[in-house]
C-alpha cells in the first residue's frame, strides 16, 4: 500500500527541493545577457568544465545537457574505447536511477543487474563477483543518495576480472572514499546538475576523466561526433588524415547532440563556489537526523559512513506498515516525500525481462519500506524538531 503524495501540492512546509538560484545569481545571468551575443556552447562552458575539474581534482570535464546525457555519453566513448561487442554486459545495481541502465541497453549492451546492500545501499559486493561472466565487460556504480559506494573493492574486483570501471555520481557530488571524491576511480565519472541536486545549472551533467582518450571521445560523441569539437592542437592531423572531407563537416565517429549553453555554464560557476558550504549543511542535517533515528532503530535502518555528501534523508523501515504510517504522518505535516528511487528496477515494465523481482531481496525490501524526504542548505532546526516529533508519535503508536 502506498502513501498518497500529491506532487502538485503546493502548501509543503519541507519541499524536497527549493530555490537554490540566488539573487546574486540571476544577476550574474542578467549581466551575461546584456554582455555577449553567443548562447551556445562557448568559452563559458569551457571555463565551467576547467573549473569543475579543478573542484574534483581530475584531469578533463566535459559538460553536457544532464547527468543522464554524460552516463550515455560515458558509456558510448568506453564502449567505443575498448570495442565492447554487441551484447557485452555490464553489471548494474538492482536499485538506481533508470538512466545508469538505459545507456547500456540503447548500446546494444546487456545490463546484468545485481542486489544491492543496506549498508551504503550500493552492489551487495559477493553477489557482485558471483555475476561476472566470461561477457562482462564492466561495472557501473552509482553512488546512491550521497553514499560513497566501496570503491575500492569494487578497483580490486575490476583489476582481478579485468572491468573497466564507471560511476554515477549524479546524487553524491562532493562524497569521498579513500581519500578520492567519488569520480576519480573508474575510466569516468558522471554528474548532474539538475534542480534538485548539491548544485545546478537547472539542467546540466559532465563526465569527467583522466583519460586522453575517453576524453576526446566525449568531445565528439557530445555533439555529432564533428572533428572540429577536438582541442586545436588536434586539428591538424584529422585534416591531413581526411583531405577528401571538408573539416568543418568532418564526422570521426557516431555522435548525439547533448552539448549545453553559456547560460548553463554561467549560473554552474556561481553555484560551484558555494558547493562545498552546500555539502558542510547537507552533512550537518543527515548527522542531526541519525540522531533522530538512532532510538528508533528497531524500527528502522540507519544507513551510515564516511565521506558522505548527503543527498535527501532516508527513511529505511523494518516493517512495511510502519513505513506506510509514517509516510502518511509526514505528508500530513507537510513534508514532501518520495519512493526510495526506483525501487526494484526489475519492477518497472521496461525492465520486466531482465529477472525476476523476487531475486533481488534487498531491492524488494528497499521497494516496499522505504522512502525519502528532501535535504538541503534550507533546512533548519526547526524542520528536523518537527520531524523528530512526527516519527517519535509514530514509533509510540508502533
Excluded at 553489471?91 to 538512466?99: E, F, I
Excluded at 562532493?174 to 573508474?186: I, N, P
Aim: glycine share 6%; with cysteine.
Amino acid at each position: 500500500m502506498e502513501a498518497r503524495d500529491d506532487v502538485t501540492r503546493t502548501d509543503y512546509k519541507w519541499r524536497l527541493q527549493e530555490n537554490v538560484i540566488s539573487d546574486d545569481d540571476l544577476e550574474l545571468l542578467v549581466t551575461f545577457i546584456k554582455s555577449t551575443k553567443r548562447f551556445t556552447q562557448f568559452t563559458k562552458v569551457r571555463e565551467f568544465e576547467e573549473a569543475f575539474a579543478s573542484w574534483l581534482g581530475c584531469k578533463h570535464c566535459v559538460m553536457v545537457n544532464s547527468g543522464s546525457s554524460a552516463n550515455l555519453v560515458a558509456v558510448a566513448a568506453a564502449k567505443e574505447l575498448h570495442g565492447w561487442a554487441h551484447g557485452a554486459e555490464v553489471l548494474v545495481p538492482a536499485v538506481t536511477w533508470p538512466t545508469t541502465v538505459t545507456p547500456v541497453m540503447q548500446l546494444g549492451l546487456k545490463p546484468v543487474f545485481v542486489d544491492v546492500n543496506l549498508r551504503d545501499l550500493s552492489f551487495d559486493y559477493e553477489a557482485l563477483e558471483s555475476s561476472i561472466t566470461s561477457r562482462s565487460v564492466a561495472i557501473f556504480v552509482p553512488h546512491l543518495l550521497g553514499f560513497p559506494a566501496d570503491v575500492q573493492r569494487l578497483t580490486g574486483i575490476c583489476r582481478k576480472h579485468d572491468l573497466v570501471l564507471l560511476e554515477d555520481c549524479c546524487e553524491s557530488q562532493g562524497a569521498s572514499a579513500d581519500g578520492l571524491k567519488v569520480g576519480r576511480r573508474g575510466l569516468a565519472g558522471t554528474f548532474s546538475f539538475y534542480w534538485g541536486h548539491h548544485m545546478t545549472t537547472v539542467e546540466g551533467g559532465m563526465v569527467c576523466t583522466d583519460d586522453d582518450r575517453l576524453f576526446e571521445l566525449s568531445l565528439l560523441k557530445r555533439s555529432h561526433g564533428l572533428a572540429r569539437e577536438l582541442p586545436a592542437d588536434r586539428h591538424a592531423a584529422h585534416k591531413a588524415a581526411h583531405p577528401d572531407v571538408p573539416f568543418d563537416f568532418l564526422f570521426l565517429t557516431d555522435g548525439f547532440n547533448v552539448r549545453n549553453t553559456e547560460f548553463n555554464a554561467v549560473l554552474g560557476l556561481a553555484q560551484l563556489a558555494h558547493v562545498d558550504e552546500f555539502i558542510r549543511i547537507r552533512n550537518r542535517n543527515y548527522a542531526r537526523f541519525v540522531e533522530i533515528c538512532e532510538p528508533f532503530e528497531d524500527a528502522l535502518v540507519v544507513v551510515r559512513g564516511s565521506g558522505i555528501s548527503s543527498f535527501v534523508l532516508p527513511f529505511i523501515f523494518r516493517d512495511g506498515g510502519m513505513k506506510y504510517a509514517v509516510q502518511t504522518a509526514i505528508t500530513q505535516a507537510g513534508i514532501e516525500s518520495r519512493p526510495l528511487v526506483s525501487g526494484n528496477l526489475l519492477r518497472q515494465p521496461f525492465l520486466a525481462a531482465y529477472g525476476r523481482p523476487s531475486d533481488f531481496a534487498h531491492a524488494e525490501f528497499l521497494h516496499t519500506n522505504a522512502f525519502y524526504i528532501g535535504n538541503n542548505q534550507f533546512v533548519d532546526d526547526a524542520r528536523l524538531e518537527l520531524l523528530e516529533d512526527v516519527l517519535r508519535v509514530c514509533c509510540a503508536k508502533g
